[in-house]
């Protein structure tokens, strides 16, 4: 085997094996404080870097919930209350139901979903006269299928959708130890589970293999500049009030 051809036989194992994103799976409640601080604060904005092509995120939005059928019906008790139970019926039919159009070139089916569940998470159920935040995430994260997620959530559809998170989340803990559960390539571990929920980013990296994202190399040291620039700022300003 000549040396070129070896050199290419190894940038093509290089290059499948960074193609290969790392299966990353989060149980969540639409409702639970824990589930939209990890959401909000730890995963939404890791897949906002260079991450967000080696992790492959799965939401299963279902929780500590527990349903029970009745012939054709499907009845859900939620951990936080029956409005969950509609919050999840949403997170489940916008997973479904969410794609992205070909002049939307910037988005992916992927990054169309999180931003929608960070949106939901994030307004939770702090929002104005009842009126639930589905129509104004969907406006403000660039997705035309607002009528058809809603449409699903007070539908048999949308039961049917989130039966089937529960039956995910089901098989794999029953009942649900902890919500959020965060799972690495299919093998749970309680206490990666926990770090995650502090750290999603430098948890991820411990599984991407090389070559990693440059975010990879040093994320101890992003927090460090972030926390360094705010300090910053903030003794300026301090300063300047005796300027």
Not at 47 to 64: A, R, Y
Not at 180 to 208: I, N
């Amino acid at each position: 085997m000549s040396h070129k051809y070896f050199c290419l036989v190894l940038v093509c194992i290089a290059a499948a094996a960074s193609a290969v994103k790392v299966p990353v799976t989060i149980y969540y409640e639409s409702l639970c404080p824990d589930s939209a601080k990890f959401i909000n604060e730890q995963v939404y904005p890791a897949m906002k870097t260079e991450l967000k092509d080696h992790l492959d995120i799965t939401l299963v939005p279902f929780g500590k919930s527990q349903y029970s059928t009745q012939g054709p019906d499907v009845l859900f008790t939620c951990h936080h209350g029956p409005n969950e139970c509609y919050g999840n019926k949403v997170h489940a039919c916008a997973i479904e139901l969410i794609q992205a159009n070909s002049y939307q070139t910037e988005f992916t089916r992927e990054s169309l979903t999180l931003d929608f569940v960070n949106c939901m998470m994030k307004v939770g159920k702090n929002f104005p006269d009842n009126v639930y935040p589905g129509a104004r995430c969907a406006r403000e994260n660039h997705i035309s299928t607002w009528e058809n997620i809603q449409q699903c959530a007070n539908s048999t559809d949308g039961s049917a959708l989130l039966k089937k998170q529960g039956d995910a989340t089901n098989n794999f803990q029953n009942p649900l130890v902890s919500v959020p559960t965060v799972v690495f390539k299919q093998q749970y571990d309680a206490k990666v589970s926990e770090r995650a929920q502090s750290a999603f980013l430098q948890t991820g990296c411990k599984y991407v293999p090389q070559p990693q994202p440059k975010i990879c190399a040093a994320p101890n040291a992003a927090n460090s500049i972030s926390y360094m620039s705010i300090l910053s700022i903030g003794l300026f300003l301090l300063l300047s009030r005796f300027l």
